[in-house]
């Protein structure tokens, strides 16, 4: 998972210095975008050293695809259909059927869930130091256009976060949103001035047990008019500022108790200045949030000419994993009972007691890669093959031989949350589902 860019830079700044991988990251400031859409053209990666690169990936993918026969999805009452997301002939599409088997879903909807409940606890926050002043948006569609997901909220051109390598395109022009920062402008346009944007978000990304390819995120938005600030003493950013730092050392309060915070500098396209807000917890510092205010541009575009704004974004999984003790982030996806029905509405932070440790099955693979090769690319595969079994995917030997052939050896770690698995299945699953 990463609701906040920091730690995909940080995870993905470790595999980069093991293996020279490209750079991703969602709104980091020193990036720039592939043009080119690449489809998946994984080497035969189940078997060492064949070097010819070959799109076995893709049609993996698309055989394992369990929801493939699933009928349309309702999303505030916009219908999605299979075809509207998957499209294999179409080379701008990169939505594999795992992640479209995920839309609809809407686990922040559900009042019983870790997420459902972390969400109503946000809510009751800003309900109560707001007066009900905060419109909240909680089904709002997850196929946006690329205006709203990059060009609204001044993601540049050229930025990496617009790649195919780590965002869903169902065409040149539509996304699976990559952050609900995308519906920031049009609720400006709609005369919202206070508002929270709830929803699942889309990115590719490597695998392990905080990463998932679809994950929640909460945006708060709130605009100030000149009268606001006027009699204050401070111009409009600094008043904006230190009311978005006020109000979001209440919520970490609201949520985690009498916590140490600290405020770091950071960046990000949409808001100037920008932050993180960590808190001390459990004996280390953990990024909670990503926030600023509000680019003048994006108020400019959107009817609020002279006004000024902040806006934050939190990954709900980031926090309810630390809230209920949630070691994986699988979990949340899981309809077992002896998950679900240890969480109950408006009660956060009962602890998660794990009701198996299943013993991983550890496989190594080897394969020449080519300059197309992308640890995302790789992942998608793999989950693709394995769905949820899949819990970690990690690079583990990286060499270049003397023709200049580079080869990459992985570690794919299989655990079931629910059962022991045995290597014959795991090899069998391997071996079927790639010839
Ligand atoms: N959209 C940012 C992200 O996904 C979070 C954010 C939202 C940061 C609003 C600042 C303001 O990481």
Known sequence: MRPLIRSACRLRA????????????????????????PRLTLALFFL??????????????????????????????????????????????????TIYSKIGLQLHRRDNHPLGILKNTIYDYFDKNFSGQFNKFDDLCPLVSVKQNFDDVLVPADHISRSYN?????????????????????????????????????RRDSIDSTHYPVFHQMEGFRVFSPDDW???????????????????????????????????DTYFPFTNPSFELEIYFQDDWLEVLGCGVTEQEILKSNGRTDHVAWAFGL???????????????????????RFTSQFSEGKLGVKFKPFSKFPPCYKDMSFWINEEFTENNLCEVVRGIAGDLVEEVKLIDNFTNK?????????????????????????????????
């Open 14 to 37: 470790r595999v980069r210095a093991m293996a020279t991988l490209p750079a991703a990251a969602a709104f980091s400031p020193s990036s720039s975008a592939a043009a080119r859409p």
């Open 48 to 97: 060492p050293s064949a070097p010819a690169p070959a799109a076995l990936g893709a049609r993996a993918l698309r055989t394992s695809a369990s929801a493939a026969a699933a009928a349309a999805v309702d999303v505030g009452g916009v219908k999605i259909a299979r075809e509207d997301v998957v499209r294999e002939e179409d080379p701008t599409n990169n939505v594999p059927d």
């Open 166 to 202: 780590d965002t869903y395109y169902v065409d040149a022009q539509t996304v699976l949103r990559c952050h609900t920062s995308a519906h920031q402008a049009e609720l400006l346009r709609d005369g919202h001035t206070h508002f929270l944007v709830t929803g699942d978000v889309y």
């Open 230 to 264: 006027s009699g204050s003493g401070m111009d409009g950013t600094a008043y904006a500022a230190a009311d978005l730092k006020k109000t979001l050392e209440g919520l970490a309060r609201h949520l985690f108790g009498a916590v140490e915070m600290r405020w770091v």
């Open 315 to 337: 990954g709900l999984e980031r926090l309810a994993m630390v809230l209920f003790d949630i070691p994986d982030i699988r979990l949340f996806w899981s309809n077992d009972q």
């Open 403 to 435: 023709k200049g052939l580079t080869s990459h050896c992985y570690r794919i770690a299989y655990r079931s949350m629910e059962r022991s698995l045995t290597d014959e299945e795991i090899n069998d699953m391997q071996v079927d589902r790639c010839s």
